[in-house]
């Protein structure tokens, strides 16, 4: 099959795994390059890749690679705190970008990435963030009971995220470089929130705190978020990394969406419903992979599961919610 | 056996089964009188009583039954408007009191209630709240899991609470004899937060809704909590009447420690344990019926699973968050 699509790698921190895991399923697309974005090498990912059937040429400079190669979209998996300038590199470039959440570790270097993505052709130009929960068999289950009214209309929706600590990288240890628990670990709690909930946030509380954390520097340990949305729906999270060691997965990853006529509940990787009539476990639709939902978006025009304004949105409330947290008041 | 205490029984709503559960196994109390507290009629409690052996009085008015029989206990389950007078005119006669929770719908009442206990002799005279769950064998289990410190230093608890909303009396409908979503039915997820915190609240926050309440008048369909304890401790609370029809039980009671070493979880009636070493389902502690508790407590100087001044901190917290939830914002 011919090569539609040119994409390009920076960096193999975090969900890289969303990308390389579709690849066999995309024969439209090609990896023409890989980069590090940092001073690490990006001989692994390369290698990655040609374990695929690809064939990138490795570049030491990002910017480089995007002007020699110019490839149609851009896998952005740099250091975090590089996410904002990488996304508007390749925006300024008319690249599409699939970027690590959170896009920015500030606010305003969110603005930076909206001005980049508002000079764009957006009829061609999509970026999106690795929210690949959307993709996952019990959240796509539970999205499509809300998506067809069978909870009502949706009144709570609350999300818990507990991962295990472990050890953690040096970058994990300053805000300058980790962007803070609400932003990395919160992220996916409020994507499910502004996912299911279908609004913008109208306000958002949280609070954190970095006691006890096993000498990981900044990081915070716990950390809560509520919030309301426009069409006031209330959500909450919790947000932490205490999960022990003896449990059976890295993550609790749990969502609850409580409805006028039922409520559904994603736990343990199993999806259920209870309405007025019924209390059952869901079978559970297809995995979709997000990159994969992305790739047939941008060739083939399909619906994708996320746009660029939800993928703002998302930024804004976990930047909003970690800053607010720093205020450290009720 | 001699009958050494005298309790009356004021009122029939709420939890008023939490004294009459467990008369059989205190012999040595006995029902002296009951009232209804307000112009319900109180023959159908003290029909009650009677089927258990006792044979009470049965008063029009119940200031008189504390004047006339000057029982040593009273159990307050009257309208949830008068919860505060009736505390304050036991308290004022030097007698012990069993209130269904909140004791007080303002905090200007709580601090009534507060001002005639510090005028009694405590070493004689006892408040305390309806709490039953702090007997329930899932909670009691949990709560030993904690003290025995096998989840290291606690950081954060989350709770919920979620009813069947059902038909509600009239009272429900307004705020003044109702006093509110959080008080009402978030009060047990704020004690157990309480308890399992071990220190009383250094700040809350909380939101609520009386949107979609189904002709409910001022009740509050959804409400969100957070707080933090004094200790640090992080907490939070999902509370609403969103349970839907077919679920197996009235109410989704839920409450998860999380702390340095482990997560204990009570979920379904199950609690479940998660440390460094093992991942189990705990064999529960029995039952322990709070009034119960409490008797033994008046009776033998046993210790009490909770005493006035939590009393009065879980009633603070509640008016408090309610109140705050008021101002509508964050």
């Known amino acids: 099959m011919e090569k539609k699509l040119k994409l390009a790698l920076i960096g193999a921190r975090g969900h890289v795994g969303y990308v390389l895991r579709v690849l066999k399923d995309l024969p439209e697309v090609a990896v023409c390059a890989v980069a590090s974005g940092s001073d690490e090498s990006a001989e692994p990912l390369a290698d990655n890749c040609r374990n695929l059937g690809h064939d990138p040429k490795i570049y030491a400079d990002y910017i480089s690679m995007l002007d020699t190669e110019k490839p149609d979209v851009v896998s952005v998996c740099g250091p975090f705190e590089l996410h904002a300038k990488m996304c508007c590199d390749c925006l300024e470039r008319n690249i599409s970008v699939f970027c690590e959440k959170p896009i920015a570790l500030t606010l305003p270097e969110l603005d930076d ?8 052709d957006q009829e061609k130009v999509k970026i999106i963030s690795m929210v690949g929960y959307r993709g996952e068999a019990p959240f796509r289950t539970a999205y499509d009971v809300v998506q067809k009214g069978l909870i009502g ?7 818990r995220k507990s991962y295990k600590l472990g050890n953690r990288p040096a970058y994990y240890h300053k805000r300058a470089t980790y962007g803070g628990t609400i932003p990395w670990v919160g992220s ?9 909930g279908n609004a913008n946030f109208k306000s958002v509380f949280a609070m954190h705190d970095t006691a006890d954390n096993g000498g990981n520097g900044d990081l915070e340990m716990t950390a809560l978020f509520a919030g309301v949305l426009e069409n006031n ?12 060691a003896a449990a059976p997965t890295h993550g609790d990853d749990q969502v609850r969406i409580a409805g006028t006529a039922g409520v559904v509940e994603v736990m343990h990787g199993k999806t259920t ?5 019924e209390c059952k476990e869901l079978e559970l639709l297809p995995e ?12 083939y ?8 304004e939800s993928t703002f949105e998302l930024t804004r ?4 919610a970690r800053d607010y947290a720093d205020l450290n008041k009720i």
């Open 113 to 120: 990435i909206r001005a980049a993505y508002s000079k764009c």
């Open 153 to 159: 209309k949706v009144k709570m929706i609350n999300a």
């Open 188 to 196: 996916h709690a409020l994507d499910w929130i502004l996912w299911f």
């Open 233 to 244: 729906i209330m959500a909450s999270a919790s947000i932490e990394y205490l999960r022990p």
């Open 273 to 277: 419903l209870i309405t007025a009539t």
């Open 288 to 299: 979709r992979g997000i990159f994969y939902d992305f790739m047939r978006h941008i060739l």
């Open 301 to 308: 025009g399909e619906p994708c599961v996320v746009d660029a």
């Open 317 to 320: 409330a976990c930047l909003a």
